[in-house]
Antibody, heavy 117, light 106 residues
Framework: EVQLVESGGGLVKPGGSLRLSCVAS????????VNWVRQAPGKGLEWVSSISSSGSYIYYADSVKGRFTISRDNAKNSLYLQMNSLRAEDTAVYYCARDLLSSFDYWGQGTLVTVSS | SYELTQPPSVSVSPGQTASITCSGD??????ACWYQQKPGQSPVLVIYQSSKRPSGIPARFSGSNSGNTATLTISGTQAMDEADYYC?????????FGGGTKLTVL
């Protein structure tokens, strides 16, 4: 069974940093691109970042470029999102999602990040 | 930047057909996909590559994509289909979501 389990969310002050993790199981993690997608409270989905299977190709939404860094460790079946210079508008549930054929076929349960003083 | 536009809400009676549209410049030249999200749950992929259904998704869900519009069609809509629906596409390696449509079954 494919599983994606996020962790690392919490309350952080504006300007602060947080590192999210996503551990994958049930499939060959190193064979897939993976993504972070977020959803602000009561709002729609917003794609944040993606990383290719080998880590060679990385993309970011304009809203997080220069502040967030995506990475992966295929030996640990893990995806990461380093978030710096956090703003109130970064408050959201952050999901990791597996990439398949131009879509996201499996999603984690999400981890809540709250940026507030 | 590329944008996808969805109607904020669609209403349908049980047993009828619901159609949710997603508009974007030359969207028909790209693959579109659709997600269903129920309150408090993670999104679920219901259509990929514009018209394909993942395993486990009921046959009443179908998709099409042509010109500037992708459409998710739910035939014989059931109460359990009440949810938010999001379209998504790729543009220059960036993934883009529509704003979402709340489907009400009443």
């Amino acid at each position: 069974e494919v599983q994606l389990v996020e962790s690392g969310g919490g309350l952080v002050k504006p300007g602060g940093s947080l590192r999210l993790s996503c551990v994958a199981s049930g499939f060959t993690f190193s064979g897939y691109s993976v993504n972070w997608v977020r959803q602000a409270p009561g709002k729609g989905l917003e794609w944040v970042s993606s990383i290719s299977s080998s880590g060679s190709y990385i993309y970011y939404a304009d809203s997080v470029k220069g502040r967030f860094t995506i990475s992966r460790d295929n030996a640990k079946n893990s995806l990461y999102l380093q978030m710096n210079s956090l703003r109130a508008e970064d408050t959201a549930v952050y999901y990791c999602a597996r990439d398949l054929l131009s879509s996201f076929d499996y999603w984690g349960q999400g981890t809540l990040v709250t940026v507030s003083s | 930047s590329y944008e996808l536009t969805q109607p904020p809400s669609v209403s349908v009676s049980p047993g009828q057909t619901a159609s949710i549209t997603c508009s974007g410049d030359k969207l028909g030249d790209k693959y579109a996909c659709w997600y269903q999200q129920k309150p408090g749950q993670s999104p679920v992929l219901v259509i990929y590559q514009s018209s394909k259904r993942p395993s486990g998704i009921p046959a009443r869900f179908s998709g099409s994509n042509s010109g500037n519009t992708a459409t998710l069609t739910i035939s014989g809509t059931q109460a359990m289909d009440e949810a938010d629906y999001y379209c998504q596409a790729w543009d220059s390696s960036l993934r883009v979501f529509g704003g979402g449509t709340k489907l009400t079954v009443l």
